[in-house]
């Protein structure tokens, strides 16, 4: 096995890019960071930020001392940068949350009544399960096979949805395949039938320029880990009305305007409103400060130059990928479908789960493998049985040559140098031509070298 040092720079530094990890022949190699989608590495922009302000950290919105009031500053300005990168309107409020999965269940508990969510299967488990609840029915719709094809069954499905309120969630970029969806068409379909749209941006926001304005939808989420920001944070915008007039998410100090006792013994309370209502507790300012810095970092490199690069990129891979036989890129919308820097595929007489570990053991290129919490999408691109069991990791057992409903997925971002996908594309075909160079068992639901050679 040969491997490449020499490195091109990306677009913007990332921590990590230089970390040596060992490989099962006891060399070390730079590792090669390929799992963008799952948790992008943090940029040394937002690192440095971090750093500057730790020392100044101190409590939010109620502190009588300069760190205090440094602080609530610093987090109420953290709020305006990302309304700002998000393009909102006027009206519209930023919420802090944990992530997206935290954001789509804040919303999902201030729905109105009586309200009919809309969802297609295709979605991460994030935005497929939160309207899971009482006093709202959800219709899962089948996987489209094109943008049209989407347009039209979202057209199709709200024309019967009767009176009372409505909601469609809609990914912006799948994390499966990386594919983009047609969100301002899809959005435009909500609003002419009387619904709302939220728009799972998690893959699309570290990738693509998102403006709730210009796409029109009402919500937008996203996490700031996917978002060269690991730090617990994340973010719910958009409209205001069904946020202030739900109960608060949590309830604790912060979301409350007063809390006195009644004559009866009881407490009674008023809650605030705007996103105050649902940021109980002390806020994650470390985090919500990191997903502003990362947005000023963003926007000041360029979403054009990102996107053209990325795009090249992109190109690069597929047509690696193209060469080899074996290999089987995943798609829902076809081959030519616009996407982000999200790919997933499956290598004939492999099981997934076995070449990504040979990736990981053998050449040091991190990837992810598994139904990456898309159980229906995954299934269906690979033409599985709804009622196949399957983890999100790899099945039991997972054996050089087994067939299993799992994939793999190269993931990658404005970190990523251009040398790491030559790795990756090399490792590719070097194991589908020779085979692991070392054996492999299964422990613990994943596969693992075992120390032998083969």
Request: glycine letters at 10%; a negative charge; aromatic letters at 8%.
């Amino acid at each position: 096995m040969s491997v490449i040092s020499t490195e091109t720079c990306a677009p913007l530094a990332v921590l990590g890019h230089d970390v040596q990890v060992p490989l099962v022949s006891g060399e070390k190699v730079t590792y090669a960071a390929l799992d963008y989608a799952a948790s992008s590495p943090a940029l040394q922009r937002v690192w440095d930020d971090v750093a500057a302000y730790a020392p100044y950290y101190g409590s939010v919105h109620r502190g009588a001392g300069y760190l205090s009031q440094l602080s609530t500053d610093l987090f109420e300005q953290s709020r305006r940068t990302v309304e700002e990168f998000l393009g909102l309107r006027e009206d519209d409020q930023v919420v802090f949350t944990r992530a997206t999965t935290d954001s789509l269940n804040l919303l999902a508990g201030a729905l109105p009544a009586g309200t009919r969510v809309f969802v297609f299967e295709t979605e991460h488990h994030a935005s497929l399960l939160p309207w899971r609840r009482e006093g709202v029915s959800v219709s899962y719709l089948r996987a489209p096979r094109s943008h049209a094809d989407a347009v039209a069954a979202l057209d199709e499905a709200l024309a019967g949805a009767g009176d009372g309120p409505k909601l469609f969630c809609v990914t912006g970029a799948s994390n499966v395949t990386g594919e983009l969806w047609p969100v301002a068409e899809l959005a435009a379909t909500a609003h002419r039938h009387g619904a709302r749209i939220v728009l799972d941006a998690a893959q699309l926001a570290p990738h693509h320029r998102v403006s709730v304005r210009d796409l029109d939808v009402d919500w937008v989420a996203f996490s700031g880990h996917k978002l060269y920001a690991p730090f617990g944070a994340g973010v719910l915008a958009g409209r205001s009305d069904w946020l202030d007039a739900a109960e608060p998410y949590l309830a604790g100090g912060g979301a409350t305007r007063t809390v006195a006792r009644e004559v009866d013994g009881s407490v009674a309370v008023e809650w605030n409103s705007g996103p105050a209502r649902h940021e109980a507790g002390s806020p994650n300012v470390i985090g919500a400060y990191a997903i502003a810095s990362a947005c000023r970092a963003l926007s000041e490199a360029g979403f054009d130059a990102l996107e053209a690069r990325e795009q090249q990129l992109i190109a690069r891979l597929k047509a690696g990928l193209a060469e080899i036989p074996e290999v089987k890129v995943l798609s829902l919308f076809g081959d030519d479908s616009a996407r982000v820097g999200v790919l997933s595929f499956v290598v004939q007489g492999w099981n997934s789960s076995h070449f990504s570990a040979a990736l990981s053991a053998e050449y040091g290129i991190g990837v992810r493998d598994g139904l990456f919490c898309a159980h229906p999408l995954v299934r269906t691109l690979l033409g599985g049985e709804d009622t196949e069991p399957s983890e999100c990791g790899a099945p039991e057992p997972s054996l050089p040559g087994e067939r299993s409903l799992n994939a793999i997925r190269v993931s990658f971002g404005a970190g990523t140098p251009d040398e790491h996908l030559e790795r990756f594309l090399a490792a590719v075909r070097e194991l589908v031509a020779d085979g692991a160079a070392w054996t492999y068992r299964s422990e613990g639901g994943r596969c693992v070298a075992d120390g032998r050679r083969q």
